[in-house]
């Protein structure tokens, strides 16, 4: 289904293209030595280069390249063997040098594309322009003083991709299902956290509007969006206002607008520069950027699996593609799933992952990176369902056992006397007991009162304390009963 939006005059078209600046994962910065962990003290993280010092001159860092290619090849993109660097030039207090390092008409990565499953299961591909390398400006501090503004240098210089895709997209939904599969395949490749509310990964949204058949209308810019659902709410903030004013006979403008999150509205930050403006030109300092094809080859060998291909491989062992998409969304998942399901019943182990684990996570507000069990353990804890040493009721208390205790399932069994009563005769005599202390029950049912067997069922797992293999339970009390 088309998503339009309705004007006075009819359904509009919204057209989206996003610029997504992403964090390069590094220990150190673009063109220096500096660190780049996130929350240090301001100024803690600065070199020479970073600061601008005259003289100063940038040495590029090899992971950062590394770690670019393995996302252009992440994202099916063509790897360019020579790239170069540019001075972009404009003036911001946070950028000492006056201009930033980055990559203007020749990128280290060209077109590819990404797809996406939107909400009704149909599949979409988004277009990849290319993606480029540049280090991003310091951070000022408006509200540290009541007249002067502090600068923060600790991430200047620290390595961005900015990865730009076509105007593919056509409604915020698409924009934000682009958005969590960049970030997946990111994570997934390890090149960059996601963490959008740290700023490692940040959005500029390009938005415009036209009528059904119509070419590309004049589009205006979303600077700096920090959350998907914060893309999203301003792609139809910024759509709506620019169908009001071509409504109302205006004419929309080129330019960089802010989304206020409190408002829900977009409001004008400066009219959109082109790249004349701007005064680029290669980088003196830094020579042209070669690749060999066959060091590039070396790291697509080396690529992890990403989440497409993992989930075809989860459905192709069995499960729901519902159940392969909740594994896979994060790496961290997918790997404590393997390790639970590794020899053992992959649908078990898939039931036991997406509920009662996933449960307790929720539960006690914890995260994957610091389970309340083990994967290990509740692999053993799988053994022990599947081997018969535990029923399903059994397996379940056990499971809260571990998450109290931290102890293997086994040690529990034993310690509590929790293992499955198998032997028949122990059964018989407990099914006996109960029949002889409900004599009347026993002849009601024996009448036609048929519902009155969960009735002896359940009486007969209380007397064993939950112990009774079920499936014996019954097939004993039908034969007495009967």
Request: net charge negative.
């Amino acid at each position: 289904m088309t998503y339009t939006i309705e004007g006075e005059t009819g359904p509009w078209e919204v057209v989206i293209g996003l610029e997504v600046h992403a964090q390069v994962t590094s220990h150190a910065k673009l063109f220096s030595g500096a660190a780049t962990a996130f929350g240090a003290e301001p100024n803690s993280q600065v070199s020479f280069v970073d600061a601008g010092f005259p003289g100063m001159l940038p040495v590029i860092n090899a992971e950062c390249i590394a770690q670019a290619v393995r996302t252009g090849l992440g994202l099916n993109a063509e790897i360019h063997l020579w790239s170069r660097f540019d001075r972009k030039n404009y003036f911001y207090a946070d950028l000492p040098q006056g201009y930033q390092i980055s990559q203007y008409a020749h990128p280290i990565v060209g077109t590819g594309a990404v797809e996406v499953t939107l909400a009704d299961g149909i599949t979409k591909t988004i277009g990849i322009t290319r993606l480029h390398l540049e280090q991003d400006a310091g951070k000022s501090l408006h509200d540290q003083h009541p007249s002067k503004s502090f600068i923060d240098l600790n991430r200047s210089g620290v390595a961005l991709m900015e990865i730009v895709s076509e105007p593919d997209m056509r409604s915020p939904e698409e924009a934000g299902a682009y958005l969590t599969k960049l970030r997946q395949i990111m994570r997934y490749l390890g090149t960059c956290d996601g963490n959008m509310d740290e700023g490692s990964m940040r959005a500029d949204v390009n938005v415009s509007v036209r009528k059904a058949g119509e070419g590309f209308r004049t589009r205006c810019e979303v600077k700096n969006v920090n959350s998907i659902r914060f893309v999203m709410q301003a792609v139809e903030a910024e759509a709506r206002r620019q169908i009001e004013v071509w409504e109302s006979g205006g004419e929309v403008t080129q330019e960089t607008r802010l989304f206020d999150t409190a408002r829900g509205v977009t409001r004008s930050m400066r009219s959109k520069e082109d790249a004349h403006d701007y005064r680029y030109f290669p980088d003196p300092d830094l020579p042209p950027l070669v690749l060999e094809q066959s060091w590039v080859d070396q790291l697509k060998a080396s690529l992890p699996e990403l989440p497409d291909q993992r989930r075809a491989r989860y459905v192709a062992m069995g499960l729901s593609p519902y159940d392969a998409h909740v594994l896979t969304i994060e790496r961290e998942t997918a790997t404590f799933f393997e390790t639970v399901a590794k020899g053992r019943d992959a649908k078990v182990a898939a039931n036991w992952v997406t509920g009662d684990f996933f449960a307790a996570l929720n539960r006690l507000k914890r995260d994957i990176s610091d389970p309340p069990v083990t994967a290990e353990h509740l692999g053993e804890l799988l053994d022990l369902l599947a081997d018969k040493t535990l029923s399903g009721a059994l397996a379940k208390q056990v499971f809260e056992a571990m998450i109290e205790t931290g102890q293997a399932p086994s040690v529990i069994v034993e310690e509590r006397g929790l293992r499955q009563v198998t032997d028949t005769g122990a059964i018989e005599a407990a099914v006996d007991a109960i029949m002889a202390a409900n004599a009347d029950k026993v002849a009601e049912y024996r009448g036609g009162k048929d519902k009155l067997f969960g009735f002896f069922v359940g009486q007969t797992m209380k007397a064993m304390a939950g112990k009774g293999n079920p499936a014996l339970v019954n097939d004993v009390l039908k034969q007495k009963l009967g």
